[in-house]
């Protein structure tokens, strides 16, 4: 899709209180195309607890990505030194054209975040890079793509990192980008953002809080650059191992990564790290896949 680059435009929509009422709901919503897995989040306690996860300060430049209605972005703008806004939905474009338009701290960018080149618009809009934080009520239908476009991978990660990344997620997804060892939630996911980033839960949000709600309810988390006390020697080798170990969740560590490891060379290291020889790939904290990933890489 041609991206379209839209700025200083005209502000002739009023701020509206919100109202979980549908007679009131109607002339702020506009109608949802499921291909973009729309749902316009209406919770002001949601919406601030966002903000305030942001902890926006005057000198930020932030990415919203998703604007829809704009009803998050009139609270950034105002905490914000700009604020760029990608939309993907060429009516919603033209709503938050009305809306924003005489603002001098808004830049609106017209296309698909994940297709988009935000490099190329760097010379032309310097004012508003670079863009340091990242606020987003993402389709979770994208939010694997989405989290790689902002924090990478293991083996190559995003530099450099945004200093804090808001994102409103499926609970599921929450609870398994934050989730600690030992439990169901951790997996491989869980493993590849904490090596990249510290996640926390910020808050849930249940799905009446949407118009129209969705099937599952949702949370907000917080990512920002993970202090790394232990670095992959390897990194890709890491991730190689954390698939593998990953690939079947009920069999112990050792099976899965037959073939790839000697279980005499991962026996010891297991018990080195203080772990039962039979655990599973989800008894490892992050920091302990680092250092398997460092003693038995072949480089």
């Known amino acids: 899709m041609k991206v379209t680059v839209t700025k200083n435009l005209t502000d002739s929509l009023r701020r509206c209180k919100l109202s979980f009422s549908r007679s009131r709901i109607a002339p702020l919503y506009p109608q949802t195309r499921k291909r973009f897995a729309q749902h316009w989040l209406r919770s002001e306690t949601a919406l601030d607890r966002i903000v305030k996860a942001a902890a926006l300060e005057a000198g930020d430049r932030v990415l919203e990505i998703g604007p829809g209605t704009g009803i998050l972005t009139q609270r ?40 988009l080149d935000l490099t190329a618009q760097e ?121 593998l170990g990953f690939s079947s969740r009920r069999k112990m560590l050792r099976n899965n990564l037959k073939g790839q490891v000697d279980s005499d060379r991962l026996t010891p290291l297991l018990e080195q790290l203080e772990i039962d020889p039979n655990a599973r790939a989800e008894d490892l904290s992050v920091e302990q896949w680092v250092f398997l990933s460092n003693h038995l890489s072949p480089v």
């Open 76 to 115: 950034l703008l105002p905490a914000a030194r700009s604020v760029v806004a990608v939309e993907i939905d060429r009516d919603l474009c033209k709503r938050l054209v009305q809306r924003f338009g005489k603002l001098d701290n808004f830049l609106l960018l017209q296309g698909d975040i994940l297709s």
């Open 123 to 243: 010379q032309t809009f310097s004012d508003f890079f670079p863009i340091n934080k990242v606020v987003a009520n993402i389709p979770y239908n994208i939010t694997g793509p989405i989290l790689k476009l902002l924090l990478g991978a293991i083996a190559a990660p995003k530099i450099p990192a945004y200093s804090a990344i808001v994102l409103l997620v499926q609970k599921e997804v929450g609870e398994r980008l934050t989730a600690q060892p030992n439990s169901k939630a951790f997996g491989a996911l869980s493993v590849r953002t904490q090596y990249l980033a510290e996640c926390e839960t910020v808050c849930d949000v249940p799905a009446k809080a949407f118009v129209p709600p969705p099937k599952v309810d949702s949370a907000v988390v917080r990512l920002r650059p993970r202090p790394f006390p232990v670095v992959a020697a390897n990194p890709r080798y890491l991730e190689t191992l954390v698939k």
